[in-house]
């Protein structure tokens, strides 16, 4: 603890995020990356940003990503904001539409970030627990409060809440912000982008780090009607301008431009995610159905730490949160069939 | 104003950056970009990090630029933090080491984001009205304060505080954070990255984009004891693990090993300033002692506001500030000596 801290540098607890190995030869199902590389498309598009131009600063409008998404989702340039990952625009919206004297709600098993935002900004919040089956206890959404976020599907749970739930909470919070987190929607989740029209409240944040196999490149989209989206710009403009570098803005707008490639890498990720599954309950998981890259399982017999540490002796690594109601399931990101024919073949050995 | 916005929302005004005028040809003498493009070296390593390996989320640790950061300024690298623009950087200063209780000191005449900063972090301050030769108070920063933020060279002034003056401002506040942001210092002035070793409380800021003609990538570094690095790791690490792609991370590791081109270019701006200051003042321009990669100067008979518009009518863009004290200035970037001589002739008309 230094002195030169400010009291809220002492008070927060600091998300930490899924190791990354270095050099080391693993396989690395831990942080539901996407096991399949961008689309040539994307790269080329890259390249050709690498230029003389990058003396000059970005566009901080973000122009050509947000035109490209405004064709892909269906809705005015206007409704859509970028940013450096979904986890910066989740920051921007606890400073742009939560306040310190409401709590805001989220699940109390959901992305662990949400409670760090909250500890940065000084925003109260309610968890609310899911049902013994990971579902929403949608009516608990209904009670005041300052704001709602729901990731959805979730993490690290995988399951997916119907829009008819989404449109529920909605209606029941018309002056507050429902933020729909859809980090992993493209695996089998529908979008509330949808119904970003009828709802004046609604938030819908995306990722280009899984389905679009751009988590190196560090960008976000968040979609809702203009207000909201202003919010968002006011807050950007009061941090850091210029948050996308050009040949990350250049990347993002192929790779939303190529909608083959990111169909057919989707779709590759489903069907293995589909074969894994079967093969993981074979070998005595309980698999909660999932609409993500990932898959969150349980052995009905062996505890999970214990085939967490000898998956992690034989360099295969995937995530294990030793928190009440989840410390007896192990959460694991779809890698190519090859690579989960490696883990299948190396739980064999561990359960028998 | 929207019902969804927070407090901080409605209350904060953002920072609003120099114009970026498009496809237009222009000569843009408006954002202090650099005139040169980035070098061979720094293109060629962003292109080879434009791979497959993009898939995997980047280096959260910045390892590749802090460890080349570390040899260039002879600073261990757990003294070393690397962030999306010296922007993003500073915002986290303010959350890191600013209190709400005590103001903090910045000049009057100064980077007008520090009082955005402010407005979103809650973070009172008082302003230092600069001498009448625009040089810094010194006395004024003695006072109680919760820290300082000091632009050397000074931005919109151009003007560089002698280190010894940095250093009693060090030592009379040896509990407050001091932070020198230095994004022009390459060009001419004296960086207080010396004075590290002695001084737990000084944190150095500096910019690729200037003098490394990166202002496209988004790059800023910090630099300064473990313990302030560990307090802006402990920001970054609740706001967005990751902020620099894993291209940008690879171009700024590159431009801090090309010393040369570095070097080169920085020497190729300082001379064109020398010269283009020179004529300024044969045109009747008082031009302030600059340091940095822009000059600041006002006409002994025209008002800058005049003359403003007029080069903006010649395509040449400049940047204005209609604020008390410097309203009858220009802030001129340096280009090329090509764009310095169009800008001259384009004075000459206007100044008959």
Redesign the interface.
Known sequence: M????????RS??????GE?PGAKKVI?LN?N??????SEKV?SA??AA???????????ECTGIRAAASEVFGLPADHIFAG??S??IL?FCF?????PEEPILFADITYSFYE??A??FDIPYRKIPLTDSFDLQTEAYFEPNGGILIANPNAPTSKFTPLEVIREILERNP???VVIDEAYVDFGGESSVKLIPDY??LLVIQTF?KSR??????LGLAMGQP??I??L????????????????QA?GEASLRDGEAFAENVGRVIRTREASVKRLKELGFEVLDSRANFVFASHTTVPASDIFHALRERDIIVRYFSKPRIDNYLRISIGTDEEMAALCGALEEILV
């Open positions: 230094s002195k030169f801290w400010s009291n809220t540098t927060i607890t600091p998300y930490v995020p990354q690395k942080t990356e996407n096991p399949y590389p961008p790269l890259m390249k690498v230029s003389d131009r990058l003396k000059l600063y970005p566009d901080p450096n990952g986890d910066e920051a400073k742009a539409f939560f306040n760090v935002y500890g940065l002056d507050k912000v004046p409240n780090s196999s751009l988590a190196g490149l560090r207000d909201l202003e919010g710009n006011r807050i950007k403009n009061s941090f850091n301008s210029y948050t996308l570098d050009a040949v990350a990347g």
